[in-house]
């Protein structure tokens, strides 16, 4: 049963802290995205890659948000220095090769909390 | 611009009785969407899509959703919910870029 794994599922750090959050897209998949989710602002894309290349990351907070694929099993997420208002569930998701596909398959999530 | 909007941010309905969840979408160009599923501390599920052809799609627990392109809309139904269908459900439309444009999300609270 493929799945996309995260890791931390949870993490609890303090403001200025750098915090990394991994992503391994299920495999044979070449698109992964990066969500946040809040109560306030629902869900909101950050970044998204394809065949490992940054396509689009206008979501992102660009002075403190980094996204990132080493390879093609790795996808990461840095926040530099984290803030209180980071404090959010953190997903990721693949998507299959087809490039007329939308379909995209959730991580469990990063539960993030600055205090 | 493409949106997808959902009219209802919660549903409480009692158990074993009929569920619509609401969704309407705006898109100048090809149609595709889904319906995901979230649980309480766990990631989004895919529940349906419609790529094309036929516009009632069947899903996953039970879940069926009609497209219509007329009233550009893709209600989610179940003719009978378990209390485990608590949760919150996504409306999506393929945004371009294999990006997914998602809705604010429903609630749904069923009760015993």
């Known amino acids: 049963d493929a799945r996309v794994t995260q890791t931390p599922r949870h993490k609890v750090t303090e403001m200025g802290q750098e915090v990394t959050m991994r992503c391994q897209p299920i495999?044979?998949?070449?698109?992964v995205f990066w969500y946040r989710q809040t109560m306030m602002q629902g869900l909101e894309l950050l970044a998204y890659f394809r065949n490992r290349a940054p396509l689009d990351d206008s979501g992102m907070p660009k002075d403190r948000f980094s996204a990132e694929m080493p390879d093609a099993t790795l996808a990461t997420l840095k926040i530099q220095p984290s803030e209180p208002r980071d404090s959010a569930v953190y997903f990721c998701?693949?998507?299959?090769?087809?490039?007329?596909?939308?379909?995209?398959?959730f991580g469990p999530g990063t539960r993030l909390t600055v205090t | 611009a493409q949106s997808v909007t959902q009219l209802d941010s919660q549903v409480p309905v009692f158990e074993e009785a009929p569920v619509e969840l609401r969704c309407n979408y705006s898109?100048?160009?090809?149609?595709?969407l889904f319906w995901y599923v979230q649980y309480p501390n766990q990631g989004l599920q895919l529940l349906l899509k419609?790529?094309?052809?036929?516009?009632l799609v069947k899903g996953i627990n039970g879940f069926e959703a009609e497209f219509n392109k007329s009233q550009t809309s893709f209600h989610l139904r179940k003719p009978s919910v378990h209390i485990s269908d608590t949760a919150e459900y996504f409306c999506?439309?393929?945004?371009?870029?294999?990006?997914?444009?998602f809705g604010t999300g429903t609630r749904l609270l069923v009760s015993p």
């Open positions: 998701a693949s998507g299959p090769r087809k490039t007329s596909s939308y379909e995209q398959y």
């Open positions: 495999l044979g998949h070449n698109t």
């Open positions: 999506a439309l393929g945004g371009g870029f294999q990006k997914l444009v």
């Open positions: 898109s100048s160009v090809s149609v595709y």
């Open positions: 419609y790529l094309s052809g036929s516009t």
